[in-house]
């Protein structure tokens, strides 16, 4: 006899010889008419057999595409961003911005992965194709690029994340998949994207939006939810910095308790299912260029179920260079708290990378983080995030700085040519005797000898960028490939 285990036992006789996990037909019949309330996995009891699930959804690999978004034109990393997108920053001396996001989804079994790129993407492209085909590759998965093109029916480029997924929902439909799964690619998180999907599959919702479980001191900017007791979006509407709430909002005609409800940032996640995708951006808004401030407030407007998913773990949407900053320096505490890039459960992967040991030359180095291939002489660091081929020269006094390193070797180059030993060109790297105090120091950068960067006139906003460097938030930022002349005071 095998028993369905479920609240309200029910006995199956199934055919001879018939494998627990083979129902036939007529046990299908009877489960075809338990009753809605029941759990989406069912188990199967025997005194023979273990116990299996009966899944009564797809399983996420074959079911749920990502689609990830490098940036949109206006970042608020500038001058980080002046030749590359937001995903595409070095962070934590190995790794893109990007990578967290790519990591939670291969590390939540989402095997199906979209990147829909438009500015500045050549770096980013180039990361993503590189980095994540060999991994996904095992698992008949793939992480594509999907680049903004102009065709015979658009001639502008992408307007927004909605009209992007518009005009690459051919490439997009392509696989059988149920629910599309839109992020940002610049936000540092781990996040167990199957928790999400069980949770919008159970709610049977048309939309889930991830939302922070607690109010911040300066909001995302991706809106904020209104959630009644149900956990249902009932409203949501975007904030601005001088208007308390904007014009653009959406209101559901479910009544509310306001006692218990609440009003939370949105995280800018979405899982959103397949048909419901289609049908807002064709029919319903197919002029709609953004979901936060169009297609979310029409869908909760004409009575689609919009649930909330709240999520309380460690969050940065990098919405500043001092984000960014603080970021990077939360990778060196030892905390619980921070993002962690040593969990052996969930890993970050990247591209591998055939780069030499780092040599160091003895120099003294404190709570920092220093990453492959780099060339560390005797200097002082104390509280730095070293990037990869990072050269530091004798006496150079580091503190509390992001340091992203270079994209190639130059000594060869330098003493071939002669020019180093002349003293007439700078190599990259940090130059001898330099001392450098809470900066961010940009890929490629010449900073020569004797220079100090160290914001000598406590500044907190300035714009030197033809010299080279800016200051946003009291922290200076050397501008990638930009050299700082001997003896420089910044």
């Given at each position: 006899?095998?028993?369905?285990q ?12 018939l494998?627990i996990l ?5 046990q299908?019949?009877h ?8 759990p989406a996995?069912?188990y ?7 116990h ?17 978004f490098?940036d ?10 002046k030749?590359?997108s ?5 962070l934590a001396a ?6 967290a996001v790519i990591?939670n ?8 992965i979209?990147?829909l ?7 980013l492209?180039?990361h993503?194709?590189r980095?994540f085909?060999?991994i996904l ?11 903004a ?6 001639q502008?480029?992408?307007q927004?994340n909605?009209d ?5 929902l ?5 696989y ?9 690619g610049?936000?540092?998180y ?5 928790r999400?999907?069980e949770?919008h599959?159970?709610?049977k ?14 909001h995302p ?6 959630v ?8 949501f509407?975007m904030?601005?910095?001088r ?5 653009i909002?959406?209101k559901s005609s479910?009544?509310?308790?306001s006692?218990?409800?609440?009003n939370?940032?949105?995280?800018g996640i ?7 995708m289609?049908?807002?951006l064709k029919?319903y808004?197919?002029?709609?260029t953004?979901l ?5 407030p ?6 689609m179920?919009v649930?909330a ?10 919405r500043?260079?001092?984000a960014?900053?603080?970021a990077?320096?939360?990778c060196?505490?030892r905390?619980n ?5 040593y ?7 990247t591209?591998p ?7 160091i030359?003895?120099?003294v ?5 220093v ?5 560390i002489n005797?200097?002082?660091i104390k ?6 081929r990072t050269r530091i020269?004798?006496?150079a006094?580091?503190?509390?700085s ?6 190639f070797?130059?000594g ?6 002669g020019?180093c030993i002349?003293?007439k ?5 940090i130059g001898?005797?330099?001392q450098i105090k809470k ?5 490629n950068?010449?900073i020569g000898?004797n220079?100090?960067i160290i914001?000598k ?10 010299n080279?460097?800016?200051?946003s938030?009291?922290i200076?930022v ?12 910044i």
């Open positions: 006899m095998v028993t369905l479920l609240s309200c036992p029910i006995i199956v006789k199934p055919q001879a010889k494998p083979g129902l036939a037909r007529n299908q019949k489960l075809s008419k338990l009753p809605s309330s029941f996995s069912l199967i009891c025997s005194s023979q057999e273990p299996y699930p009966i899944p009564l959804f797809p399983p996420v690999d074959q079911s749920v595409a990502a689609v990830v490098g949109g034109s206006e970042s608020r990393l500038y001058p980080l961003t030749r590359r937001e995903g595409a920053i070095p190995n790794y893109r911005l990007v990578d990591s989804c291969i590390n939540s079994n989402i095997n199906k979209y990147a790129t438009q500015f500045n993407s050549t770096s492209n180039l993503l194709s980095a085909s060999g590759r095992g698992k008949d998965g793939f992480v594509e690029v999907i680049a093109y102009q065709s015979l029916e658009d502008d480029w992408f927004g909605a992007a997924i518009r005009r690459c051919w490439v997009l439909e392509e059988s998949v149920t629910e599309f799964l839109i992020l940002p610049h936000h540092l781990k996040m167990d994207y199957q999400l999907i949770a599959r159970n709610n919702a048309d939309i889930t939006i991830v939302a922070l479980n607690a109010i911040r001191d300066k900017g991706f809106g904020f939810l209104r009644n007791p149900a956990n249902q979006v009932i409203e509407s904030k601005s910095e208007e308390k709430i904007t014009s909002s959406g479910r009544k509310s308790d006692v218990a409800s609440g939370f940032p949105s995280m979405y899982l959103i299912n397949r048909d419901t289609s049908r807002l029919e808004l197919p002029e709609a953004d936060g401030s169009e297609v979310i029409a869908a909760i407007s004409i009575g179920k649930e998913y709240l999520f309380d773990g460690y969050w940065e949407d990098m500043s260079i001092g960014f900053y603080h990077n320096m939360e060196i505490k905390s708290m921070t993002y962690n890039f969990d052996r459960d969930c890993p970050v992967y591209m990378r055939c780069l030499p040991p780092t040599m030359r003895e120099a180095i404190r709570d920092s983080v990453g492959d291939g780099c060339i005797r200097c002082k509280g730095t995030i070293i990037g990869m020269g004798d006496g006094v580091i503190e509390d992001v340091i992203m390193g270079a994209d070797y130059q060869e180059d330098i003493q071939s040519s020019k002349n003293h060109a700078i190599p990259v790297g001898e005797d330099t900066a961010v120091i940009d890929k950068a010449r000898k220079v100090l914001n006139d406590g500044v907190q906003e300035g714009d030197r960028e033809a080279g460097y800016i200051i938030e009291g200076v050397i501008l990638h490939g930009a050299e700082i002349a001997d003896g420089s005071i």
